[in-house]
């Protein structure tokens, strides 16, 4: 976790709910701190915003395109798989 | 909203079960080629995201990337099924870059997390009030994150938000990039990714977090423009 410490009990702060949000996305909360930080999602336009936009983050970055290799060198590492099985 | 409901999987996730791992280590071992060409076509983009982290290069990623898949096809008799299929490729192709890499003086220290990724607040404090012991208790009126409309996934947007998406992810922290393009990019699960980069699972979530965190801001940056054009 980052950021201002989160107290052992009562209320979490906003600030303190942003950088808890990969923890609570992730499930790693325990029962009670993950119980307090819905509690204040349920109260909080700005925290529950937040916490949608890191979701929406996720998802789009899912349809970022990516680098791979070249088709010549996939090829030709496919010519190398067929000639190492093609040995006797 | 639901604040039950957990992130879905980005379109990209293609993770091999492990109970298809033995299916597939016996393809391969067999000598089909198409059981080879479908883990190369799968897996080779993760693996120059990789490899690029520890080379200065997109040329001497490519060449990491190749050589791995070559001491895949000489050292598969060796795999033994104690890790996953991948986890095991993936580790070559570390070990590789790491050579590879020091020969290149470009090493980036995996093992701990530096002063900038530990304990920094990942959204600016003045977005937040609250007097003395409360700071931070709240977003102020200017500080609380406004609903992005239209939504990105709109088609409208969505050409210029994945352009502008990954240019932010180019210019991350090497680690920061490497975690959240296997972790969101790519769909690759969580102790895959700390086992693969030699990580706890802590660190990764660190470094997931800050990376989520930026990315969310230069979205935000840009609705902030687009925002303004809107309603003027």
């Given at each position: 976790m980052t950021g201002s410490t989160v107290p052992q009990d009562g209320e979490v702060r906003c600030q303190q709910v942003v950088e808890l949000v990969t923890d609570y996305l992730e499930g790693v909360l325990d029962a009670d701190l993950r119980a307090r930080v819905e509690a204040h999602l349920a109260e909080c336009e700005g925290c529950a915003e937040y916490l949608d936009q890191m979701r929406t983050t996720v998802r789009l970055l899912g349809r970022v395109p990516v680098d791979t290799l070249s088709e010549e060198a996939k090829s030709d590492l496919i010519t190398a798989f067929r000639d190492f099985h093609g040995r006797p | 909203m639901g604040v039950e409901e957990r992130v879905e999987l980005p379109r990209q996730a293609d993770p091999v079960a492990p109970r298809d791992d033995a299916e597939l280590v016996a393809r391969l071992r067999r000598g089909e080629a198409a059981a080879f060409a479908e883990v190369v076509d799968r897996w080779s983009s993760m693996m120059l995201r990789v490899a690029r982290t520890y080379v200065s290069t997109d040329a001497s990623a490519q060449e990491i990337v190749q050589d791995t898949w070559m001491a895949v096809v000489r050292g598969l008799d060796r795999f033994e099924g104690r890790s996953s299929l991948r986890t095991w490729v993936f580790r070559i192709l570390t070990n590789l870059a790491k050579t590879r890499g020091v020969r290149e003086a470009r090493t980036v220290p995996w093992s701990s997390l530096g002063p900038t990724e530990?304990?920094?607040?990942?959204?600016?404090?003045?977005r937040f009030a609250g007097p003395g012991e409360r700071a931070g208790a709240h977003w102020t009126s200017l500080g609380s994150p406004r609903r992005w409309q239209?939504?990105?996934?709109?088609s409208s947007l969505a050409g210029e938000i994945r352009v502008r998406l990954a240019a932010a992810l180019a210019v991350l922290p090497d680690r920061q990039r490497v975690v959240v393009t296997l972790r969101d990019v790519h769909g690759v699960p969580a102790d895959e990714v700390s086992a693969t980069l030699g990580i706890t699972d802590a660190n990764q979530r660190v470094l997931l977090h800050r990376a989520r965190a930026r990315l969310r801001a230069e979205l935000e940056d840009y609705y902030r423009g687009v925002g303004s054009v809107v309603t003027s």
């Open positions: - | 530990d304990d920094q607040p990942t959204v600016d404090p003045d239209p939504s990105p996934e709109d």
